[in-house]
């Protein structure tokens, strides 16, 4: 079974420009979370899409949004670039909404770089 | 909100030794679910381990076991017979019950493995 995959594997974009992110879960998983890791605030939860429908969201502008297709395949975007936000964008999936113990199974990432 | 310590920025450990990994987190739920993370330098997330914290037994695989202390909020990795492949980071994440896919994660602890 292929895991989740994510593209690009690296964008350099300029400050002002908007960017969108993929990912495909893995198959059969209907839930897709996004997560921003950075060297100074760690992995933050983004949002987390379920059946097209963002299910919850974390403490991020605006600028950040996302969407969900029929095929759970998830796309991130972000529009207005800041420097700040140059970071390693990681999509997980998981088979349900988080039932008991489920963990979540992430992609390789897509290192992006705001200049 | 919840929060995840993880104290140890960077350890390192001869091959075919033990080590212990530290984590505590911050919360005021009862029933929530805790994991450890690997991240090797390719940069994808793989789950090492899982603990539903209403288990009063540790949580093992293979190589791989915790120290769940419910009461101290405490939740530490052993990893036994290192291996140069063990070389990662490695983070802490705490779930609540209520908040399906969204993790809260530690800072991570660089552990690097000696030959």
């Known amino acids: 079974k292929a895991g989740v995959t994510q593209t690009p594997r690296y964008l350099i974009k300029t400050r002002g420009q908007q960017v969108t992110l993929s990912c495909s879960p893995i198959?059969?998983?209907?839930?897709v979370s996004w997560y921003q890791q950075t060297p100074g605030q760690g992995l933050q939860f983004l949002f987390e899409y379920f059946s097209e429908t963002q299910r919850n969201k974390g403490n991020f502008p605006g600028r950040f949004s996302g969407r969900q297709f029929s095929n759970s395949r998830s796309e991130m975007n972000v529009s207005t670039l800041e420097l700040g936000d140059s970071a390693l964008y990681l999509c997980?999936?998981?088979?349900?909404?988080?039932?008991?113990?489920?963990?979540?199974?992430f992609g390789n990432g897509t290192r992006l770089t705001v200049t | 909100a919840q929060t995840v310590t993880q104290s140890q920025p960077e350890m390192s450990v001869q091959e075919a030794e033990t080590v212990t990994l530290s984590c505590t987190y911050d919360t005021s739920e009862s029933n929530y679910y805790l994991f450890w993370y690997k991240q090797p330098p390719s940069r994808q997330m793989i789950l090492v381990i899982r603990?539903?914290?209403?288990?009063?037994q540790n949580a093992t695989e293979n190589r791989f076991s915790v120290n769940f202390q419910k009461a101290a909020k405490s939740f530490s990795l052993k990893i036994s017979d290192s291996q140069l492949g063990d070389t990662a980071m490695y983070f802490c994440a705490f779930r609540a019950w209520y908040d399906f896919n969204k993790f809260y994660f530690g800072s991570g602890t660089k552990l690097n493995v000696k030959p």
């Open positions: 603990q539903e914290a209403y288990k009063q």
């Open positions: 997980a999936s998981s088979l349900d909404r988080g039932r008991g113990n489920s963990p979540l199974h």
């Open positions: 198959s059969g998983h209907r839930s």
